[in-house]
């Protein structure tokens, strides 16, 4: 595939055309901590979006669906800190409460405005410290403040993640932007994420819906942590149109070039996430193909993603295949155990079920780097599926005995 874009050196959710955001510290954290964050378009944008799958949806989730559904929207605010999940009619009380005063100061409409939350759950809002923020952070909002934003958003992240990207599109420049948080409970089907994509382009609503849900799939929807999914999960892309392109939409001849750049945005921030996990040392590649089908091969990666055995392997840089093989056995796909062949990094470990003459000493060296692939293939089909994964530490243990 050829690459039509260029990325932005320190771009963010700013680089686009019209977008103004910023972050500052208002108290939720106990250490002065930035923990409020405002992302504004100058002007309508139409938003695509995506949110947790769990059951149990934060005040803020249930919120921004309905805002979302409503039709065009101007901004999001944003705090971490404090998840403002599982705190009941309290809860949703506080979100329209965030929503609606950070309408009323930047004089528009509260269904306009979408509200992120993220960090422990079961804890009601410190709401005067809310308040005083959101009337602290319409003020510091600018054009170049994107990677404030993202550092405002923090959890357990240990760096802030941004990037941005331009290409051509009608001969327009049009620029996509973005900003993501995430480090623990991460799982396909969204994670403790959240994800604020932007850009200047001018697109129609459905397409610009179609579109964030593809680009989640090949790119959030395809990374573990720790198998968990969270309450919080949310992806927003804002167009707000300003690069003055023709409108994309189905049949556009740009679109496919649009759809694969953001596509690669957020590919790059799934990356950064993983690669951010929480107490990692190894970061693998999981690629599983020849299965029956691709949800076979998607049932066999999140199965090796989720065992506590390999992925203790991988921190102990132990090229231990027969934990591989015992995943495959129950994740509930078609195998058989005779076909499979097993590879890191190409190099050969697994031939037909059985162990193959590659030294172990060459696989130890594969599996000591800080990233590398693993391939299965079971010799059954055509289905495929790819997953980045990081190892279990003890260090993730130590960070998640409390909060």
Same mark, same amino acid.
């Given at each position: ?103 009323? /100061? ?18 009601? /809002? ?67 994420? /959240? ?209």
């Amino acid at each position: 595939m050829s690459i039509d874009w260029v990325w932005i050196k320190n771009g963010s959710v700013t680089s686009p055309m019209g977008f103004r955001a910023g972050g500052i510290p208002c108290g939720i954290k106990k250490t002065n901590a930035r923990d409020m964050a405002l992302l504004f378009s100058d002007c309508e944008a139409e938003v695509g979006a995506t949110f947790t799958t769990n059951l149990i949806k934060a005040a803020p989730v249930k919120l921004s669906m309905q805002h979302v559904r409503g039709g065009p929207v101007r901004g999001v605010i944003l705090n971490s800190g404090n998840a403002n999940a599982c705190t009941g009619l309290q809860g949703i009380t506080d979100a329209k409460e965030m929503a609606e005063l950070t309408a009323e /100061l930047m004089g528009v409409k509260r269904r306009e405005i979408l509200v992120c939350s993220t960090g422990r759950i079961g804890v009601p /809002l410190p709401m005067e410290a809310v308040r005083k923020g959101i009337r602290k952070v319409v003020k510091k909002i600018n054009h170049v403040s994107g990677p404030v934003a993202a550092k405002a958003i923090m959890t357990s992240d240990t760096v802030s993640k941004t990037c941005a990207l331009a290409l051509q599109l009608n001969g327009r420049r049009v620029v996509i932007g973005a900003m993501c948080k995430g480090a623990g409970m991460i799982h396909p089907n969204m994670a403790t994420m /959240l994800a604020c994509i932007t850009t200047d382009a001018a697109i129609e609503r459905e397409t610009l819906q179609r579109l964030t849900y593809e680009a989640v799939e090949a790119s959030f929807n395809r990374i573990s942590v720790d198998g968990d999914t969270s309450t919080n999960d949310t992806v927003l892309v804002l167009a707000n149109g300003l690069a003055g392109n023709a409108p994309l939409a189905t049949g556009h001849r740009d679109l496919g070039k649009f759809q694969n750049a953001l596509k690669w945005v957020m590919q790059k921030l799934a990356r950064m996430i993983v690669e951010d996990g929480e107490g990692i040392s190894h970061v693998v590649e999981v690629i599983v193909q020849g299965a029956a089908s691709s949800a076979d091969a998607r049932r066999i990666s999140e199965a090796i993603s989720r065992s506590p055995l390999v992925k203790s392997s991988w921190c102990g840089g132990d090229p231990n295949w027969g934990r591989l093989m015992g995943a495959m056995g129950y994740s509930g796909a078609k195998v058989r155990e005779e076909l499979v062949d097993i590879y890191y990094n190409g190099l050969i470990a697994v031939k037909g079920g059985l162990v193959s003459p590659t030294p172990r000493s060459k696989l130890a060296k594969i599996v000591a780097k800080r990233s590398y692939t693993i391939t299965l293939d079971l010799h059954l089909g055509k289905g495929d599926y790819r997953l980045l994964v990081n190892d279990l530490t003890e260090k993730y243990v130590t960070l998640n005995k409390g909060e």
